[in-house]
């Protein structure tokens, strides 16, 4: 399973951004919840910031609600998943990561964001977010 992520870039306060993440490698019609986690240095927390789960349901942090936005495109030779970032804040500069667990359950119990807590076996890269005020 390969997961990669782009979209990333520096973009000043207030604009937007696309942010998507190319799954490969996963059995199409196999269940998973996959999220986006966000890190502003080597070596800190993680935060998750959205999640969807096989069945089309969405999950937010409290601090992004309203203004980042999840969605997966389900083309059979490359699903991928996206993240719609508006009204950017200088608080959201970090790596952003794309992680997939085999277990819905992840998702709908809520332990999505909380990666010691979940399955999270298929991680990329990365792609970073930097904004300007």
């Known amino acids: 399973v390969q997961l990669v992520e782009s979209g990333g870039g520096s973009v000043q306060a207030g604009g937007s951004l696309t942010l998507s993440c190319a799954v490969s490698?996963?059995?199409?019609?196999?269940?998973?919840?996959m999220a986006w986690f966000r890190q502003t240095s080597p070596g800190s927390e993680r935060e998750g910031v959205a999640a969807f789960d096989s069945d089309r349901r969405t999950y937010y942090g409290e601090s992004v609600k309203g203004r980042f936005s999840i969605s997966r495109d389900n083309a059979y030779a490359r699903p991928t998943l996206y993240l719609q970032i508006s009204a950017l804040r200088p608080e959201d500069t970090a790596m952003y990561y794309c992680a997939l667990s085999p277990l819905k359950s992840d998702c709908s119990s809520g332990r999505w964001s909380e990666p010691g807590k979940s399955n999270y076996a298929h991680w990329g890269r990365g792609t970073q977010v930097t904004v300007s005020a």
């Open positions: 490698g996963y059995p199409y019609s196999t269940r998973y919840c």
